[in-house]
Each structure stands twice: as C-alpha cells, then as structure tokens.
C-alpha cells in the first residue's frame, strides 16, 4: 500500500527539482479530474513558477506539457520502499490532476 504525504508550498520548486532528477524518463500518465489525458509516455520534467512568476504548475512528458492554474496542494505517494509513484495536485477550483509512474 503507497503511503500518501503533503508537500509545503514552500518545499515544492526544491522538491520538483528532485522528483525530476529522479524520475526522468519513467514511464507515466497524467489524468485530470478522473479523465486521462495522455497515457504511457516518458516523464520529463515537473516545475513550478511560484506567485509573482506565474503561479503555475508545469508537467512535460514526451510529446505532451500540462499546467496546472493556482495550484494550492501538492500531495506525493510512494511505495513501501520509497519510491514515488504519483503526484496529485489541487489546483484552482480544486481540479485534481495526477501524474502517476509506473513500476521500473
């Protein structure tokens, strides 16, 4: 069973750096709202432009970028072992946009 964790805003650019860094090219899928947007793709980078910059968050997989408007929560989940398997964020007017990695 993954365990699910909030992230503090203030954590976020710090933390995207890392999950980028260590997860390029995993093999993965963003769904929005229960409806999948794009599926099995290679992950390449997530970051984030804080208020004053933009206030958004940017998902890039091979081939596809999404944003996320006004994001306000960012929760991660990892396995047993700690390796993440999926970011959800909250975002304006609680959307709900996941990017989930599959195993390898």
Same mark, same amino acid.
């Given at each position: 069973?993954?365990?699910?964790? %909030?992230? @503090?805003?203030?954590?976020? @650019?710090?933390?995207? @750096?890392?999950?980028?860094? +260590?997860?390029?090219?995993?093999?993965?899928? &963003?769904?929005? =709202? !229960?409806?999948?947007?794009?599926?099995?793709?290679?992950?390449?980078e997530i970051?984030?432009?804080?208020? !004053? %910059? +933009?206030?958004? &968050?940017?998902?890039?997989? *091979?081939?596809? @970028?999404?944003?996320?408007?006004?994001?306000?929560?960012?929760? &991660?989940? *990892?396995?047993r072992n +700690?390796?993440?398997?999926?970011? =959800?964020? &909250?975002?304006?007017?609680?959307?709900?946009?996941?990017?989930?990695? *599959?195993? +390898?």
């Open positions: 069973m993954d365990i699910r964790k %909030k992230v @503090q805003k203030e954590e976020w @650019q710090s933390r995207f @750096q890392s999950f980028t860094s +260590g997860n390029f090219g995993r093999i993965s899928s &963003i769904n929005e =709202e !229960g409806k999948e947007l794009v599926m099995k793709e290679k992950f390449k970051s984030y432009d804080p208020k !004053g %910059k +933009g206030n958004d &968050i940017f998902i890039s997989l *091979e081939g596809y @970028q999404h944003s996320i408007t006004s994001p306000d929560d960012l929760f &991660i989940e *990892e396995d +700690g390796k993440l398997t999926a970011i =959800e964020i &909250i975002g304006h007017k609680n959307r709900i946009s996941r990017l989930s990695f *599959e195993d +390898g």
